[in-house]
């Protein structure tokens, strides 16, 4: 408490004066804070354990881990969880005996040819193990300039081998060529047959060689390569006027 430090008399609504020379109410305000500071009791700067306060639970929800292998259990002790295993394999080797076919393909009707070069352009440098450079971004290579179109130069048959007539035109043929097939079913006419027939998976050579008509054949001619559409009919089937059946 402050005791007769300033003493206030009124002369006028608009001035303050006081006995001290110079001291006026906005000196006073000014010391308000530093009052109010001086009074305020000390307040401890270490945090201290304040406990709990309230209710606490434990949680209720299971382990999700345990639920799952509760299930589990369950499902093989019934029973369909093996049975669930025998339709995933199923459905397993059944995509396998017979792959999703290459879209948009049809029989030729008629004889083209037209050559496709296999040149592409790299998009990034390519470098060996070591950090060499082995290809700058932007240069255009030929696969065909530094290797073979297979290890054994065969021709490259592409067909549908649903097509029963595709398939015996494609083993009559007497040069030496791997069976392509873009529809069918490859493990089945390997066995009957008893040599191995691949099939083109999600239709990548057929894009990229621009495929749309079987059978067509894949013959190197020098650094490009020449595709060839080959029409073949069934007994059953007529060819066109003016066509004859392939030779």
Avoid: C
Avoid at 26 to 50: E, G, K, N, Q, Y
Avoid at 175 to 203: N, T
Avoid at 227 to 239: A, F, K, Q, S, W
């Amino acid at each position: 408490m402050i005791r007769g430090a300033v003493r206030f008399r009124h002369s006028s609504p608009d001035s303050v004066n006081s006995t001290h020379s110079g001291i006026t109410p906005t000196h006073l305000l000014a010391l308000v804070p530093a009052f109010i500071l001086t009074a305020m009791p000390p307040i401890a700067a270490s945090a201290r354990d304040l406990g709990i306060r309230g209710a606490t639970w434990i949680i209720a929800e299971p382990d999700f881990l345990s639920v799952i292998g509760g299930q589990l259990e369950i499902l093989q002790d019934s029973g369909a969880l093996d049975r669930e295993l025998e339709k995933a394999a199923g459905r397993a080797i059944e995509r396998m005996e017979e792959p999703e076919p290459v879209a948009g393909i049809a029989p030729a009707r008629n004889r083209t040819t037209r050559l496709f070069d296999p040149t592409v352009k790299l998009e990034t440098d390519v470098f060996g193990s070591d950090g060499t450079l082995i290809a700058a971004a932007g240069t255009r290579i030929n696969p065909l300039e530094y290797s073979a179109l297979t290890e054994d130069e065969r021709d490259l048959v592409f067909i549908d081998g649903r097509r029963q007539v595709e398939v015996e035109w494609a083993l009559g043929r007497d040069r030496p060529s791997k069976i392509v097939l873009l529809a069918g079913r490859p493990l089945d006419l390997a066995r009957a047959h008893g040599r191995p027939f691949f099939f083109d998976q999600g239709g990548l050579f057929a894009e990229r060689l621009g495929i749309h008509h079987t059978p067509t054949l894949a013959l190197r001619d020098g650094f490009f390569l020449r595709l060839v559409e080959i029409p073949v009919y069934g007994d059953r089937e007529r060819p066109p006027a003016g066509k004859g059946r392939p030779r």
